[in-house]
């Protein structure tokens, strides 16, 4: 999720609950503004009848109107102690419309001149108050939907241009590539905290571009500095080989340095390939077919292990499978797998090779499964582990598959080693 719509949504959340809780208080104090004002009517009013009532006891005899009805009764002297104002909701059945309508019903004691106490009883309908609290309600909820509408549209636009220097700062920091020049950065802001994190960004940018320079130079420096004592190493053994005097015993020992000189320069190769590949100095890519790479490779690797007797079974599916990488490396990691399969087959065994168009499966022979998650790290030699191996062909297949964007797994199958190279599914923004 962008760090924009989780703002916006945490902050429209916030104002919803804020308008609510607002909305809620309102309501409550407009119903009690409301009922105080009702209350203050019927204690006014019956004030008044009161009055009426002690400058003209024939008042007591009659009887208010729907809209105001009140009634008098006479109560002993004892209630009238006991008797305390309230006010309550109730009822009231009308007869016209065979219903029962809200009132609010207020309570009272007073005394006449001859001391006697009467009850006087007074209710207001209050079916005007309901209807102006509906549309209140109607109002209000009108006014919090569009303050929340305006508010959102305005936080939203307010966002997108706060967060646009840092959107421009993503945008430039997706155009650096490994062992290329910083881009230049414009991105004009007032934002002191953007500015910093600018600022820092290019610093970075800038030590890590002088950093890739200065490991790939020593990298390349150190290799061609063991390169050519390895050279000069070999050419002395060949010689010390062909001198007559040897012994039969000494030649031995001669063939067992260079072999061991041999796999010293290939370590030296291999490493500084996977150097290179890690820090992405193979930036030129194309289509490749994996199929056609197999093609190419296959007749020569067999005649190579062809004393080993192992059957091949090759299927293509209908579609090749095509992969976006640099052409050399894309024959390297192809090669690297099938020279693993070939080089740790048993003799007689069997090699599968299966291509379609979004995998490559690659199945040998085995006595035993392989730990999967050592296996393509470097220098990693399983259990059956060759003397001339560098240890370092699938940690140099795995680095090359992660740089194409693919994914190279290893698994244990129905006693056969299995090695699946599948595209990575696309990474959704």
């Known amino acids: 999720m962008k760090l924009l719509h989780y703002t916006y949504r945490k902050l429209s959340l916030l104002l919803f609950l804020l308008m609510a809780a607002w909305g809620v208080l309102f309501y409550y ?88 106490f009467y009850e006087l009883e007074m209710m207001i309908s209050i079916l005007e108050r309901d209807d102006m609290v509906e549309a209140i309600l109607w109002y209000l909820g009108a006014l919090f939907l569009l303050f929340l509408i305006c508010t959102s549209i305005g936080t939203r636009l307010i966002l997108q241009s706060v967060f646009r220097p840092l959107q421009r700062l993503l945008n430039w920091l997706q155009q650096i590539q490994p062992g290329r020049e910083l881009p230049a950065l414009d991105n004009p802001t007032k934002i002191r905290e953007f500015q910093q994190l600018g600022e820092a960004a290019v610093d970075m940018g800038n030590r890590s571009y002088k950093a890739y320079e200065e490991q790939k130079q020593f990298i390349e420096n150190a290799s061609h500095e063991l390169q050519t004592p390895l050279a000069i190493v070999r050419g002395k053994v060949e010689l010390l080989a062909e001198n007559e005097s040897m012994t039969e015993e000494q030649l031995k020992e001669l063939d067992e340095i260079y072999a061991t000189l041999g796999r010293a320069v290939r370590l030296n190769k291999s490493l500084l390939l996977l150097s290179r590949i890690e820090n992405g100095q193979y930036t030129e890519t194309e289509d490749v077919s994996v199929d056609e790479v197999l093609d190419e490779l ?40 099938v020279k693993n399969s070939l080089l740790h ?85």
């Open 29 to 116: 104090a407009i119903i009690d503004e409301v009922m105080d004002e009702t209350d203050d009517t019927l204690e006014n009013y019956s004030e008044i009848l009161i009055n009426n009532a002690l400058m003209d006891p024939s008042v007591l005899e009659t009887e208010g109107s729907l809209m105001s009805f009140y009634k008098f009764r006479p109560i002993s002297e004892k209630e009238a102690e006991d008797f305390d104002d309230e006010y309550y909701d109730s009822t009231v059945y009308i007869e016209s419309e065979d219903e029962y309508e809200p009132v609010r019903v207020f309570k009272t004691v007073f005394r006449m001149p001859d001391g006697q």
């Open 345 to 429: 087959n048993r003799e007689g065994g069997e090699l599968h090779i299966v291509t379609t168009a979004s995998s490559l499966i690659i199945k040998n022979s085995g006595e035993h499964p392989l730990d999967g998650e050592k296996l393509f790290r470097r220098f990693y030699r399983g259990i059956d582990g060759k003397k001339d191996s560098t240890g370092l062909g699938l940690a140099i297949a795995r680095s090359i598959a992660l740089s194409a964007s693919l994914s190279l797994t290893y698994k244990w199958q129905e006693g056969m080693h299995l090695f699946l190279l599948v595209k990575e599914p696309q990474k959704k923004s």
């Open 298 to 337: 296959l007749p020569d690797l067999m005649d190579i292990y062809e004393g080993k007797k192992i059957h091949l079974e090759r299927a293509k599916g209908e579609e090749p499978f095509v992969i976006r990488c640099n052409h050399a490396l894309a024959q390297i990691m192809v090669s690297n797998l």
